[in-house]
Each structure stands twice: as C-alpha cells, then as structure tokens.
C-alpha cells in the first residue's frame, strides 16, 4: 500500500514548538518531503530527507524519521503566526514518479 | 521567478460543459503533475507526464484527459463537467524522479 496517514489538526501557542507526526506504508520509499500550504496557495516545499537518513536539522525545522515504524516527523521550533497552514507529508512512491501525500494538518498558532 | 503558472484561476461551469485548464512551467522540468484537492483528501493524482511526449494514468483519472503540448506546457480537460468534479485543481512540475515538484497556485473549479 501506499497510505500516509496525518493527524489533521494541531493547535500550539506562540512561541512553543510544533511537532507533526506522519506514518506511512511503503517501506521502500526513497524520499519523503514535508510541504507547506498556505490559504489560496499551491504547495511549497519546506525540506526533504533521504530514506538513509535519520535526521535533518534546517533553521527552525527538525526532520526525525524512524524506517523501522515507518514515521516521519516535523518539528518547529519558536512557532510564529506565520507559521499557521496546512503541513503535506508525502513519499515518493517505488516506481520513482509519484509522490504519495497525505490529507494535510492544519496548523493553529495562538498568540 | 514565474515557476509554475495556471490559467484560470476561478472558473464556474455547469454540468456537462468542457473545460481546459492550463499550465506551464518555465523551470525546464521533465516532468509534469495534474492533481486535485478536496477536503479531508489531500492530493490525489490525476495524470502525470514523465517526459515530454509521454502521459500516464494517476490515482483518479477517469473524467479526465490531458496533453503534454511541449516541455513547457501541460493541460487538463474535462470534457464533459460533473459536479463530483468541483475541485482545486493544482499542477505540479519536477526535474525528474525523486526531485521535489513545485506547485502552481491552483485552479477553483466550481460545476453547478
């Protein structure tokens, strides 16, 4: 199968940090990308990690993936109220032309 | 910086009209995605182009055709509107496999 599976909302307060979860079916995934949506937008990639990869640090967002349990996270630190929108977890399927997304999670910050 | 362009951005049409909504990209990718959103769904693709000259099915094709015009263009028809078919509609281009695809900012179709 190829599902990925999100929680579809998180709400957090400014300043604390987000952590969004994604599990996913596919063990043979090579890529597995985190995008951003914003109200009205198409999708934009935050970052992406490689399969052999079990971290990713850039700025304030941390990539954690877990092959083994086929889980993906990503976290956010000092959120901000720009940071409010929907967050993609997607795969790259095995035959190397589809990206598998999950249904989104929309993030609420509160300030 | 233009990326990834769509053409129209908002479009009402009733049920059994044709439609043709366009793209194209002027990053020089290979490849080139039509998908849909609706609520709760995520993405689901509708039909992909590998390369220029080539088309293939996605996960929900069905009401659906498209044309890869040249490397730079792709286009989605709907040749016969259903209402099951009121959807953003985003297209989608990469370099290649495993290269991450830039968005387009969407086309919201709404078929009364």
């Known amino acids: 199968g190829e599902d990925v599976e999100q929680s579809l909302f998180l709400s957090v307060r400014e300043g604390d940090s987000s952590v969004i979860n994604c599990t996913y079916t596919?063990?043979?995934?090579?890529?597995l990308y985190w995008y951003k949506q914003e109200p009205g937008a198409g999708l934009q990639l935050l970052t992406y990690?490689?399969?052999?990869?079990d971290m990713k640090q850039d700025q304030r967002l941390t990539v954690l993936l877990n092959k083994k349990d086929k889980h993906l996270s990503l976290r956010i630190a000092d959120t901000q109220t720009g940071d409010s929108a929907i967050y993609f977890c997607?795969?790259?399927?095995?035959?190397?032309?589809?990206?598998?997304f999950g249904a989104g999670t929309r993030l609420f910050v509160k300030a | 910086n233009a990326g990834v362009t769509q053409t129209p951005k908002f479009q009402v049409l009733k049920t059994g009209q044709s439609m043709t909504l366009q793209c194209a990209q002027d990053?020089?990718?290979?490849?080139m995605y039509w998908y849909r959103q609706d609520p709760g769904m995520g993405l689901r693709l509708i039909y992909y182009?590998?390369?220029?000259?080539?088309?293939d099915k996605g996960e929900v094709p069905n009401g659906y055709n498209v044309s890869r015009l040249n490397k730079r263009e792709f286009s989605l028809r709907l040749e016969s509107a259903a209402p099951s078919q009121t959807s953003v509609y985003f297209c989608?281009?990469?370099?290649?496999?495993?290269?991450?695809?830039?968005f387009g900012d969407g086309t919201r179709l709404s078929i009364l």
């Open positions: 182009s590998a390369s220029e000259g080539t088309t």
């Open positions: 596919d063990s043979s995934s090579t890529y």
């Open positions: 997607a795969h790259l399927n095995t035959g190397g032309f589809k990206t598998i």
């Open positions: 989608a281009s990469s370099g290649g496999p495993g290269q991450p695809q830039h």
């Open positions: 990053m020089n990718h290979n490849s």
């Open positions: 990690i490689f399969s052999n990869m």
